[in-house]
Each structure stands twice: as C-alpha cells, then as structure tokens.
C-alpha cells in the first residue's frame, strides 16, 4: 500500500487505496442510504447555519436531502478508519485531514443547494413543499421518526431477518417496489461513490502530471457494489415502515414521486449529491497533494 489514500503516479497515491476505501464506503453508505432514504421524507430537522430557511433549504430538510449527505459522509468516514490500519503515521494524518472534506456538511450543502436551485424552478419548488407539507406527508414522517429510534430499527431488523417480509400481501410488495424504482437508491449511491473517484482522478490529472491511461487505471479497479441486495432491503424497510398505512395513502405517495414537481425535485437532488461529492473529492485530493508534496520537500 502507498504512503497514503489516492492519487499514485509522480506522488505516490496508491489506486489500490482508493479502490478499497471507496469498496468499503460503498457498503457503509447504501446501507446507511437505505436507512436514512427510503423516501424523500426522511425524519429531518432543519439546519440553516444561522440564517432563517429559504424555500429550498425548507424542502431540502423536509425531504431528507440533508440527512442523506450527512449519512453518506458517515459513511464515508467509516469506510477511511477501515482502511488507516494499512497507513503508516504520516499518511494517516495527512489523509484524515484531507478527507475532512468529505464531513464539511456546510461546504456539502452549499453545493448542493446551488445545484439544486439551479434545475428546480421556484413554481416546482412550491408544489414539493406544499406535498411535504399536506397531513399525509406529514403523517409518514411520523412513521419514519418512530424507525429512526434504537427499538425501531431493531424492530425492522428482525422484521427484515424473518418471514414477514415475504409474507406482504403482493400489492403492497409491489407498491414499495415502485417506490424504489422511483429512489433507483442502490444504483444511485454507487454514483456518488463513481463521483468521488472521478473527483480523485481529475485532482490527479491536473497535479500529478499522470497520464490518461495511469488516470483510467484506478476507475478499472474500481469493484461495482451488488445494488439487487440494497434494493430488497430498501423495499423490506418500506414494508415495514409504511405497514400502517393504507394501499391508497401509499398510491397518493408514489403519485408525487411520479409527478413533474417530484421526480425533477429529485433528479435534481440526486445530481447535487454527485457534485457536492466530486467537489470534496477534488478538494480532499488537493489537500493530500499538498501533504506529499511537502513531505518530500521536507525529506530532501
């Protein structure tokens, strides 16, 4: 393994590195993702860093855009103290300094909040909010507050481990797995991950003096996460966290998703997550250029 996380070619970063972190982050952040996103209206308290909420930070929160990015960057996190072990001290550092990109929610949700405004019209932004904010959007945020504790999601542990979950009635299977089509959650997050190491690779390409092929040689490693496992957990919480709804009030939910307002709402959400991780990730490769770069000066 290299001297730290990354980017090898004239300085050191090692593509195996990346490979296995962004493996490891892979499974923390869909697992997590299935937990904190099943739908747009994940349990979530607004954040506005001190400033009163526009409209979008508003739908942002309520739609549990920003508990997504948090969750994605515990992930993240998780996935790097897996791989420090294989550091030695130096490189543990100055990659644990660099990848603080990756946990600076405010930089993350500014990128996110600009990438958003800039695909969601204000009249769309309206009808998302007026959703998020009628009584059965309500009311499914309750529901999901409740799994968001220690005993409900060890409820929905065992539910998902035992025979309930086949046992469904088949339209209410059926209903959760339109809602996932909808989210495309598992397939989704693996794009973020793509984003991040496209980040990684460009910081290379424009530091590091690489070539395209030394480029594209960690994108090649790079093991594709099994999405079809993430997408049956997502529809065994969505059975389970919507148990006490009706066929008709989830029929009403999956009508927003497929709306005009909802799925540009969401597309748009979902690019912005892609940015805001590219950009970390770019930054996160400055930063560790950066420590090389100066650590060799140093060693001379």
Not at 4 to 19: A, E, I, K, Y
Not at 159 to 188: G, H, M, Y
Request: proline residues 5%; charged residues 20%; aromatic residues 8%.
């Amino acid at each position: 393994m290299g001297s730290t996380v990354g980017l090898n070619v004239v300085t050191d970063f090692s593509p195996r590195s990346t490979n296995h972190w962004l493996a490891a982050c892979n499974k923390k952040c869909m697992r997590r993702a299935v937990c904190a996103f099943v739908s747009f209206l994940a349990a979530s308290t607004l954040f506005v860093w001190g400033e009163p909420a526009s409209p979008l930070q508003r739908a942002l929160a309520l739609s549990g855009a920003y508990d997504l990015l948090s969750q994605i960057s515990a992930g993240l996190k998780q996935g790097l103290q897996l791989e420090m072990p294989g550091y030695d001290f130096p490189a543990r550092v100055s990659t644990t300094q660099a990848f603080a990109e990756f946990s600076n929610q405010p930089k993350l949700r500014r990128g996110l909040e600009f990438m958003v405004a800039a695909r969601v019209t204000p009249d769309e932004l309206s009808a998302v909010i007026q959703w998020l904010d009628s009584p059965l959007a309500q009311k499914i945020r309750k529901h999901e507050t409740q799994l968001a504790t220690v005993e409900g999601m060890a409820a929905m542990q065992k539910f998902a481990t035992t025979s309930q979950v086949d046992a469904a009635p088949a339209n209410r299977a059926k209903l959760c797995q339109a809602i996932e089509d909808e989210f495309q959650l598992a397939s989704n997050v693996a794009d973020i991950s793509l984003s991040i190491l496209a980040g990684l690779e460009r910081t290379m390409a424009e530091k590091s003096g690489a070539t395209p092929a030394q480029v594209a040689e960690i994108a090649s490693q790079l093991p594709i996460p099994d999405k079809e496992p993430m997408r049956k957990d997502t529809i065994a919480l969505c059975l389970f966290t919507y148990r006490n709804l009706s066929d008709e009030e989830i029929q009403q939910y999956i009508a927003h998703l497929r709306s005009p307002s909802g799925r540009k709402f969401m597309q748009a959400v979902w690019i912005g997550m892609r940015g805001a991780f590219m950009r970390a990730a770019m930054d996160a490769g400055e930063r560790i250029y950066e420590s090389v770069r100066k650590a060799k000066l140093n060693s001379q």
